[in-house]
């Protein structure tokens, strides 16, 4: 079976088998672990912040700032394709109790000007403006990077309107690879960034927050209420250290072939796809009748994807699909199709 669901499906390399083997751990709820005060520690530096929080999941990340920065009946701003309003099962009115005001962006990034007009005036009947948030890269527009400009712009409206700016950076990794641009300069206009090291890095589990020092102060105090205080996780810190320094620079081969992947699709009759909009390592194509019994027929033939809508099929590529599973993933569906 080729799996292209998603970069979350990736096993742990060998490499990164033998650092968690051999990985120095404590209680890290007593703040005793020292492997997971090293990625803490890598990872703030890496995204120029003063601290970071290692958590088990990019949902719990996206969570605590959420909760950080607002209080209860605060209204957050952002696309309305993201992560935190589609994928997250409510949490941000269950657990921080605020409500979210979604924009209709260009494949998944909004025009500052949208975000501008968003901002509620302050009369006391309206809920409170408090936090916008963007998504870099945009999963359900298709791996799509969040222009640098637009983000900066986005930044002198957010500080002009004292609200806090946060990232969600899950795939912020892959941005960085395709463009050029550091994780540090997407990071800056931010008060807090999450970045997720169990996608196209290849580890596990976990995902790190990182912002100011009385931030993480405050979410590592939420990290507990919500469950997510953990024991001698260093096994798993040590993973995500071995991916940041030893995985990193593979993504550039999943976009390669996502790329492929994309071109490939595009001569089959029964799909429907624009190779030139894929950025990163994700594909999003149309098929002429339901994604579901597509996505059947794929499972049969020993291909897995994911549905993104009544005629959308998600493909992502990761580390554990080769060439040669790409070009077996063409083959079977020019075949079946």
């Given amino acids: 079976m080729i799996d292209l669901r998603s970069d979350t499906v990736t096993k742990p390399s060998p490499g990164m088998l033998q650092a968690m083997v051999n990985a120095e751990v404590g209680d890290d709820v007593f703040g005793e672990d020292p492997t997971v005060k090293e990625l803490q520690s890598e990872i703030s530096a890496l995204l120029g912040k003063e601290a970071g929080l290692f958590v088990p999941s990019g949902v719990m990340s996206n969570q605590l700032a959420l909760r950080v920065h ?3 009946g605060d209204e957050v701003i952002l696309e309305s394709g993201s992560h935190i309003a589609n994928h997250e099962s409510g949490a941000a009115g269950a657990l921080a109790g605020v409500q979210l005001l979604s924009i209709k962006g260009s494949r998944g990034i909004i025009d500052p000007t949208e975000i501008e007009n968003s901002i509620r005036t302050g009369y006391y009947w309206e809920p409170n403006p408090r936090l916008v948030c963007i998504e870099n890269t945009h999963n359900q527009a298709g791996g799509v990077i969040y222009p640098l400009d637009t983000i900066l712009e986005t930044n002198e409206i957010v500080r002009e309107r004292d609200l806090a700016f ?37 580890a596990p589990i976990g995902s790190v ?107 992502t590529t990761h580390r554990d699909v080769d060439d040669a599973s790409i070009d077996e993933v063409l083959r079977i569906l020019n075949r079946i199709f």
């Fill in 166 to 202: 946060h990232l969600d950076g899950a795939r912020l990794w892959n941005a960085s690879i395709a463009t050029g641009v550091s994780e540090a300069q997407y990071a800056a206009p931010f008060d807090s960034i999450s970045v997720c090291l169990s996608k196209g890095l290849g």
């Fill in 70 to 72: 607002t209080n209860p």
């Fill in 209 to 315: 927050l990182v912002g100011s020092s009385d931030f993480i102060a405050q979410a590592h105090r939420f990290r507990k209420m919500y469950g997510g205080g953990m024991r001698q996780v260093g096994i798993l810190a040590a993973a995500g250290l071995f991916a940041l320094r030893n995985q990193k620079d593979d993504l550039a081969n999943d976009h390669a072939r996502a790329k492929i992947l994309a071109e490939g699709l595009s001569a089959i009759a029964a799909f429907s796809v624009d190779p030139t909009r894929v950025e990163t390592n994700i594909v999003m194509f149309d098929v002429q009748d339901d994604s579901i019994s597509a996505l059947e027929k794929m499972k049969a033939a020993g291909v897995l994807m994911v549905p993104f809508g009544p005629k959308t099929i998600r493909a």
